[in-house]
């Protein structure tokens, strides 16, 4: 089923001139979809280190692609990171300062995600986008100050379209755990750094979370959330509100949704699980 799975993949892509960086990518996705498909959702093997591989992406490169994708999972079952990693609980952005409602509004209007609340701590407001506990939150954090600095900046300062939006960047996605210890441990094992917590304190991240350093191919995080199937998403970050700026430009994207009739087409639609509630600002 797996080599099938990436054989079906690499036909795709087999005549596409991909440029090296682009190969990680498509890596990290396929991953993601194979980890998804079985309800096990992971992302965390894109930093493992793969041959270098240059366009055109030829039948014989591909090869290599399909046997070292293989002995990935395979090396994955072996030590147990497959049932211990599970879904994607939430993805992770950082927009530049007086970005971040206009973006909440987008998001809005172009999906079914709906505003929950601001987490605001020192230097940044974290906003939280919710569709259901079945789907993954939207954290879109801005920095307050246009010059704070800091390892993600840096990051972004090394190309040009990143220095002229120093601060804007996809960060990265959280993932569901059920051991937290055991899993960093695991990954700690195979090369893999986290931040400390006093690292992710100044990173100004969620404290519940164990936060891998930015992977040398994508410059993204992997962090992971210990978190059972039943119980809420909680970031442990900043002081919560609802924001009124924020609140208004949400319903006002929600009322233009309506008015063009997408947003009974837009899926998923919000539903709650047996038992539970899903709480947004608009409740």
């Not at 998804?36 to 793969?50: N, P, V």
Request: hydrophobic content about 40%; aromatic content about 8%.
């Amino acid at each position: 089923m797996r080599r099938q799975a990436v054989a079906d993949f690499g036909a795709i892509h087999a005549n596409v001139p991909l440029l090296d960086a682009h190969f990680t990518l498509a890596h990290k996705l396929l991953c993601s979809w194979l980890r998804l498909s079985q309800g096990k959702a992971t992302t965390t093997d894109a930093r493992i280190a793969i041959p270098v591989i240059s366009p055109p992406w030829g039948q014989t490169k591909l090869g290599i692609f399909e046997d070292y994708l293989i002995r990935l999972l395979e090396e994955r079952d072996r030590v147990g990171l497959t049932d211990m990693i599970r879904e994607i609980d939430a993805i992770m952005i950082t927009v530049d300062p007086g970005h971040s409602i206009r973006y909440v509004s987008d998001l809005a209007l172009m999906t079914p995600y709906h505003y929950l609340v601001t987490l605001e701590s020192e230097s940044h407001w974290t906003h939280i986008l919710r569709i259901d506990m079945q789907s993954p939150d939207f954290l879109v954090r801005e920095v307050k100050d246009p010059d704070i600095r800091g390892i993600f900046r840096s990051l972004n300062e090394v190309y040009p379209i990143g220095a002229r939006k120093p601060n804007s960047r996809y960060m990265g996605e959280i993932l569901r755990v059920e051991d937290l210890h055991s899993v960093v441990a695991h990954q700690e094992e195979r090369g893999f750094r986290f931040f400390s917590q006093d690292q992710i304190r100044r990173l100004e991240l969620p404290g519940n979370l164990a936060v891998g350093k930015p992977s040398p191919y994508t410059h993204n995080i992997v962090a992971y959330m210990e978190r059972s199937p039943d119980q809420a998403r909680v970031y442990a970050l900043g002081m919560s509100s609802i924001r009124d700026d924020v609140q208004e430009a949400f319903r006002n994207a929600k009322d233009l949704q309506n008015q063009l009739g997408i947003a009974d087409l837009i899926l998923p639609s919000i539903i709650s699980p047996p038992g539970s509630t899903v709480r947004t600002a608009r409740s």
